[in-house]
């Protein structure tokens, strides 16, 4: 199997605030065309189906870095930003939340109408990957959510969703037609959830013979086997600690977007003018568009870009949130009419971040950076649920005095 994991998800309430969710559908956008512009349809495919990358792009976006509610935050923002230019994309998202999931067969029969696709075989993939986690791992998950995503080329990922509501927790399954051979030989690309000990796997090798009897019930093929799979751990606790996030990483951004380090770089020059706030989200986001599979252990660390609704580990920078969908549009839409340089500009930013790193230690101010970020967090827009950020009584002080 390719890379694959699991992770402890906390059901968290809460809805998205119209603000933020504009712009997380915008940011989303820019992004999936350019690693589709840069990398093709099949890679944006398997870097869905890789549970660490997907929490990481739920981060950079602005959401809670550790909770459910990435999981249903980025597939709506992505069906709604992707599928009005699916035709162009080459990527069509189907199915959703609670009742919307059942609609995801018929969305595939349209989508086969439509395209010359086999429809047919897509909602029989899609009721499969369904019946799978639903029925036959009974892990305590119930599903509440399935996405079925494929490409004009046939290819497709699925993205579902089980909740436990006594232990509050949560379970994602990551699902890749290229890893698929047969749906009863090693399906998952990856299934994340808390560890909950025991539990019964009719797909299991041991369970053959209880499997035969299920299949005359239901008629259909679940997986034969279920391998263990490396864990992310997520904490249920609300925010960001140091431990959850690699410092090295985290500073050598910090480092490069301070200390004006891309104005002595002619790859760079076509970000002059942006501020060191805008150019550590735009590096963070840069890295999920651009980093390899290694880059995602510690997805806490893309929450430094856009903060979260919440307020942690700081309020949304709005104007920095803004300015770097600006830019990466821009980047895109140049990109398009063969005008690559600025592409390869924001796509230098994480390389020039990870290549700090080999000679970076980091500090032990994170605390104390944490502080600094929220305190200054009315000059960005910060904004969160409660409403706008305000600077705090010696920030109207020294307004005031100057």
């Not at 047919?120 to 119930?142: E, M, P, R």
């Not at 369970?207 to 263990?228: C, D, M, N």
Request: proline share 4%; net charge neutral.
């Amino acid at each position: 199997m390719k890379h694959a994991g699991s992770a402890d998800l906390a059901l968290m309430g809460g809805s998205i605030p119209a603000w933020l969710f504009e712009r997380m559908t915008k940011l989303s956008l820019a992004m999936v065309e350019t690693i589709i512009l840069e990398y093709g349809q099949k890679a944006f495919l398997q870097r869905l189906s890789d549970p660490f990358w997907f929490q990481s792009f739920g981060a950079v976006i602005g959401m809670d870095w550790n909770s459910s509610g990435v999981t249903t935050a980025v597939m709506r923002a992505l069906k709604k930003s992707i599928n009005p230019h699916a035709k162009d994309l080459g990527i069509y998202v189907c199915g959703g939340k609670g009742k919307e999931s059942l609609q995801t067969p018929t969305e595939l029969l349209n989508l086969g109408n439509q395209t010359g696709l086999d429809g047919n075989y897509l909602a029989h993939c899609s009721k499969l990957t369904a019946k799978v986690d639903n029925t036959a791992i009974q892990d305590g998950f119930q599903i509440y959510l399935h996405n079925f995503v494929v490409s004009n080329q046939g290819d497709w990922a699925v993205i579902q969703q089980g909740m436990q509501t006594n232990s509050a927790q949560a379970r994602r399954y990551h699902w890749h037609s290229e890893q698929v051979k047969s749906f009863v030989e090693e399906p998952h690309t990856a299934i994340c959830g808390e560890n909950q000990g025991e539990i019964l796997n009719l797909v299991a090798t041991q369970a053959l013979s209880t499997q035969k009897g299920i299949l005359a019930i239901a008629q259909e093929e679940p997986t034969r086997i279920l391998k263990e799979i490396p864990q992310l751990k997520l904490p249920n606790y609300y925010g960001v600690k140091a431990q959850d996030v690699d410092l090295k990483r985290l500073g050598s951004i910090l480092w490069l977007a301070q200390a004006n380090e891309v104005q002595k770089f002619e790859d760079l020059l076509l970000l002059n003018g942006l501020g060191p706030r805008t150019l550590q989200s735009l590096t963070l986001v840069s890295e999920v568009i651009h980093g390899t599979a290694s880059r995602f252990s510690d997805p806490a660390r893309f929450s430094f870009a856009h903060g979260s609704k919440g307020g942690r580990p700081f309020p949304v920078p709005t104007y920095v949130y803004d300015e770097t969908i600006a830019t990466l549009q821009t980047a895109v839409e140049k990109a398009k009419i063969g005008e690559n340089d600025k592409q390869t500009a924001l796509k230098k930013l994480s390389q020039l971040a990870q290549k700090a790193e080999e000679n970076f230690i980091p500090n032990e101010n994170f605390e104390a950076y944490l502080q600094k970020e929220n305190e200054d967090a009315w000059k960005y827009g910060g904004r969160t649920i409660k409403g706008f950020s305000k600077p705090t009584d010696n920030q109207q002080l020294n307004l005031f005095d100057s």
